[in-house]
């Protein structure tokens, strides 16, 4: 299962990292796939053996130093 999240804040690799390792210690994920774009909001893939809970991914990337983009916002 694949969930999609829009993450703002990353601007390089060093951001990516630290947003994967959080993300990977959720007990459900299998791989997180990042799509950085440093104009704004990245793109996130998370995979997973069943549903995540989307605010285990928004404690994870707070714990990283970023935050979830909010649900319709134009970044």
Given at each position: ?75
């Amino acid at each position: 299962m694949q969930t999609t999240f829009s993450v703002d804040g990353m601007t390089c690799g060093h951001c990516v990292r630290h947003v994967t390792a959080e993300l990977m210690a959720i007990a459900e994920v299998s791989d997180v796939q990042v799509e950085l774009n440093t104009g704004g909001s990245s793109l996130v893939v998370v995979t997973s053996d069943t549903a995540v809970d989307p605010d285990a991914v928004a404690a994870a990337v707070d714990e990283a130093g970023y935050q979830l983009t909010p649900p319709g916002s134009l970044l």
